[in-house]
């Protein structure tokens, strides 16, 4: 799978947005943090992953026709995740935690270079590493954007990574010890002006991933014995999105409403929905509040555990996996002094097998919740 | 699996709308650049702030089972 952020050359579709305007630098600190395992029966560390995170981000203008952009961002992980699940003597699935020692961080590095900025279009070329401990990402991109006519823009491209994989405590946990995994995407996208205040886009991305696609640190129930998550080794998906923008003269504001259906051949079905009111607010401060739904259906493997071995030929009882849905809820507050802006913000992630829609068939213990806040500053370069 | 996105009501959906992206960019009067005011307001990009939609990228891909977005995508990660 990819982690990771679009890097659109935006505004195409707009307007003919200058590089100078974009060119800022910016400050992120997040503190992301789940939910302790309840109220289902577990065994082991309650306390979930926790992490920190620190972004930067400097985008700027090359002269008059290019702009670059470069970031980092640094997080350090901590706390325990869901090991497996094991059949209690009343049926019900128990969840097993890893212990509470898991500490990681996560560096990564990302640059892109924009060749075109103006409203003739333009092509993005970018490159991303991520380094932790046990896994290592190298990612290449590339996306085009051109006008078909005043009201519609075409964009294109396409992104690769390869991802090497080498699990701690290999040999004492009988984990494999160096895998690697490739990833390819390719995508096109079809933005409409509307009219004055109104903007459409809609795009479809393909992925083939192939390699170690199994979790290296889980372990599945196959009868009576544990065994190592297993899963196959290819995995292609296929993703339709709709972005929809308003804006409002009254009252100052702009609506933000999106749609993600997500299809692949392991049989993950879902459906995300997000909507935001973008809310300008007297003395330059914007009030954000937002809702996002998801809902996914779950993979032919997965189950909390397996009666019979000689059922399946793969098993993995990941809740990422499973059937569920999330609710999460957001609010952000941006405050704008001279060329500094200041921002802050919360959002709250439910989520439960209740929530799916059309509901759940097997049980996922492991569903995670969790509530992350941010701070921000931004220096804006012209 | 792409058979059945490709033979879906999804992507008819998708086929649809896109066409209907085409007649209607057509079909409409064109919004000149003089006229693009509000479209250029800094709230209606499609992710005003790019680390913070990084962030929420990241933080739904280590959490859920499916992902994806228009635009180039980055490495993966050993999240859990």
Not at chain 1, 212 to 216: A, C, K, N, T, V
Not at chain 1, 318 to 321: A, E, H, I, K, T
């Given at each position: 799978m990819s982690a990771a952020a679009t890097l659109v050359p935006e505004a195409h579709a707009q307007t003919a947005t200058s590089a100078e305007a974009d060119a800022h630098v910016s400050y992120r600190f997040s503190e992301y943090d789940e939910d302790s395992l309840a109220p289902g029966p577990y065994f082991g560390d309650a306390q979930r992953y926790r992490v920190l995170s620190h972004q930067f981000q400097l985008a700027t203008g090359v002269g008059s026709d290019a702009a670059l952009n470069v970031s980092a961002t640094h997080e350090v992980m901590s706390g325990s995740s869901p090991w497996y699940v094991a059949p209690g003597l009343d049926g019900r699935p128990i969840q097993v935690m890893s212990g509470a020692t898991i500490r990681d961080h996560r560096t990564e590095l990302r640059g892109s270079w924009t060749q075109g900025t103006g409203s003739s279009g333009g092509t993005t070329y970018s490159a991303s590493y991520s380094a932790e401990r046990d896994y290592h990402a190298t990612a290449v991109g590339i996306e085009h954007s051109m006008p078909l006519n005043a009201a519609l823009t075409l964009g294109f491209g396409g992104s690769f990574s390869h991802d090497l994989i080498s699990p701690t405590d290999a040999v004492q946990f009988h984990r494999v010890q160096h895998e690697e995994k490739n990833t390819g995407s390719v995508f096109g996208s079809l933005a409409w002006i509307i009219d004055r205040s109104s903007v459409l886009q809609t795009g479809v991305q393909l992925n083939s991933e192939h390699g170690?696609?199994?979790?290296?640190y889980k372990l599945v129930t196959v009868g009576d014995e544990l065994l190592s998550d297993l899963r196959p080794d290819t995995r292609t998906s296929a993703a339709w999105l709709v972005r929809y923008r308003h804006a409002f003269a009254s009252p100052d504001a702009a609506l933000h409403l999106d749609y993600r259906y997500a299809q692949d051949s392991w049989g993950v079905v879902s459906h995300t929905f997000e909507a935001a009111w973008y809310q300008s607010l007297p003395s330059r401060w914007e009030l954000v509040p937002g809702l996002r739904y998801y809902s996914q259906q779950q993979a032919?493997?997965?189950?909390?555990?397996?009666?019979?071995?000689?059922?399946?030929?793969f098993y993995s009882s990941?809740?990422?996996?499973g059937t569920f849905g999330a609710i999460s809820a957001s609010l952000n507050l941006r405050k704008r002094i001279g060329s500094w802006e200041f921002s802050g913000g919360v959002e709250r992630y439910h989520s439960a097998t209740d929530y799916a829609l059309g509901g759940?068939?097997?049980?996922?213990?492991?569903v995670v919740s969790y509530t992350r806040v941010f701070i921000g500053l931004d220096y804006l370069l012209r | 699996m792409l058979n059945d996105f490709f033979n879906g009501k999804m992507l008819r959906a998708a086929t649809v709308l896109i066409l209907f992206a085409s007649l209607g960019g057509c079909a409409t009067t064109p919004v000149q650049p003089w006229e693009r005011g509000r479209l250029a307001r800094?709230?209606?990009?499609?992710?005003?702030d790019p680390l913070q939609a990084a962030m929420n990228d990241h933080t739904h891909f280590s959490k859920e089972g499916s992902n994806g977005h228009i635009g180039a995508a980055g490495g993966g990660c050993g999240c859990n």
């Open positions: 170690f696609l199994s979790d290296p032919r493997f997965y189950a909390p555990f397996f009666a019979d071995p000689a059922a399946h030929n990941d809740y990422r996996l759940a068939d097997a049980a996922v213990p492991g | 800094w709230d209606m990009r499609w992710d005003p």
